[in-house]
């Protein structure tokens, strides 16, 4: 084991090393680039012993990645943003072959209008995918989510492809002090690949992801995903338990920080939480009972795990990093589906947007969210799901508006 | 205590290697760290930003520091840059320094700038021990011993280590040490003005966002050649020379030059226009008759 100051992206080139993958099939995309860069630089020194493929789009190199999974080789690729919508259609494709690959999402606003600062648009838009999705808040939570996706995505109970999501910029370039595990607690965590179910071999053939004409047999085979996805949260458990014996190191599905006092409590999910973590502190400090959730596992959601956390709660806050337009935050539907036939629920649910684009969710929106939490509380009215913006956010877009031209001013009528 | 350092400077002058070396150098002291640069869409020459947080307690902040501890303007000529705003968020605690060869007086006195500062011109240094104006090794021993946190030890560690992470030569590492070890000696130990002050929250508030005419509120620009106003001289640190004397006209500047900066005058002649010159030196290596020289641009500003 060393310790080492690796950014996001080179932790996670480190965790496929050390899952011992087969093969590679990449595509270079902002803020992503440096995992394939590193990766195609180790195995062309041969450090690594895996091939690795450029291909032409993002959509060849899902088909490629769940191709070559299903002839039972260990399978990691990375993405990010558009690359992931680019290959979108294969998503689904993969998951209904039943293929366990790890798939990197470097999270990134999408465009129009185009930016490389992250939010969860990107990663969220492909929570129906079948994909077990996994969002990361550290470098070292990066590499250590890797190994354990493999043992999940695995597992005979499970057999789905995972992605594991990143924040562009905050982690992605970001260095911090990551432990390497060296390669013998690795592989006594994380064996050989051996594929006992069905996969392609010359002298074995067979068809997979076959046509199926006709509801009864399509929705059987939907539902199995379904029902192999709800396994995950059971099988997650246990390889986290197995991790941490191992490695020292403990992740749930989800992250729970101060919460067993708190009377209000935060919801946010990836980097930006440490932001909320910050904020919680300081409410300590004041007397007020702060807390916060970290949602880890996206799908499949732990609606029973965050029941128990929330029981008796005064109030909760979820912020979602992404905007579903004409709707609101895509994890708040999540949160309240989980809470609401519980007897025992939080009084009170709120919604807000933040952190769209990598805009920063400063003390002032903390602050707010919690007065708006009190006075709810109070009133007893809730209000609808609002955007964390500040008044220097308005200056700021007001200024830029101003260098891009107002098209009324001079206008006849 | 959390130190926070931004580093200003241009694109291909290190800041980025900067920022990890002070990054390496506290890890080497067990600090908790993060550093890391922020990519736009730059290019060599281009303004960039690149951060190191460094603290004995966990860190509970991630990515743009908007309020430094530590200030470090690599490059003078950003400092009348209004679109880099090298001094966004600086305060009275904050230890600003700038790499020119004016005094610190007069820098404060031109710009007005709040808290402590420190000049040393860094690119001398660098240019007399490594023979080139590359930055990182100085620029992060400045920052280094600002700190008051970290060894010279600690900091030739991080020098041989994220210098040899990048393939640099031997020899070249070796003068970047030596020129780095210079920077951290000229940075007085103690100096009598750096101080703690207690910072206070300037608070924001939340405001709603209402409807917008749709022509204000999607991302369009009406106005209408504004790429021109954007001068981009700035981004210069070698000024292209032609010597007309000796130049046989043969236009392979003109049409190599990726900016369209080169143009022909009337006696055919080609002319720089050094108002939009990003000193890219293509012109220069391109040069069949080799007469274009490049000079290093200094009191930019």
Redesign the interface.
Known sequence: MVKE?L?GNYAAAWGARLSEVDYVPAFPI??QTEIIETLSQWINDGEMNAKFTNMDSEHSMITAAGTAAATGARVFSATSSQGLLYGYEMLYNVTGWRVPLVLVNVSRGLS??IT?EPDHNDILSTRDSGFIQIHAETCQEVLDTILMAYRIAEDERVLLPVLINMDG??LS?????VEIPCKDAVSRFLPEYNPKHAFFKASKPMSQGVAVLGGSAYSYFKYQMHLASLNVLTVHDEVAGEFKRIFGRSYSATEAFKIDDAEYVIIMSN??T??G??AV?KFREKGLKAGLLRLRLIRPFPSTELKAFLRGKKAVAVIDQNISPGSGGILFKDVTTALYHDPDRPERILSFIGGLG?K?I????F??IVEEMEKSIETGIVPET?????????EHINNL?N??????EGLEN | MIKRVRFHGRGGQGMKTASRIVGTASFLEEFFVQDCPLYGAERRGAPMVAFTRLSKEPIFERGIITSPDINMIADETLLGDKSANVFQGTWEGTITIVNTHYPASHVRNVYGVVGEIVTLDITEIALNVIGESVLSSTAAAVVCKLTGMITESSLEKAVIKELSSINLKKELIEKNLQAALTCFDRIPETHPHYFEPIKEDKMDEIVKLEYADPRIGTPSVYAKGNTRLKKTGNWRLFRPVIDHEKCSRCRTCFVYCPHSCISIDEGDYPQIDYENCKGCLTCFYECPKKVISKDHEVRAW
């Open positions: 100051m950014t902002t803020p129009a209008p490389l910029f905050y370039f970001t260095r911090e002090p980097s930006f440490i932001k973590k910050a502190n990598g920063d400063g003390h002032a929106e602050k707010h609002q955007l964390l913006y500040t008044k220097n956010d308005l508006l260098i891009a031209g107002n098209p009324l």
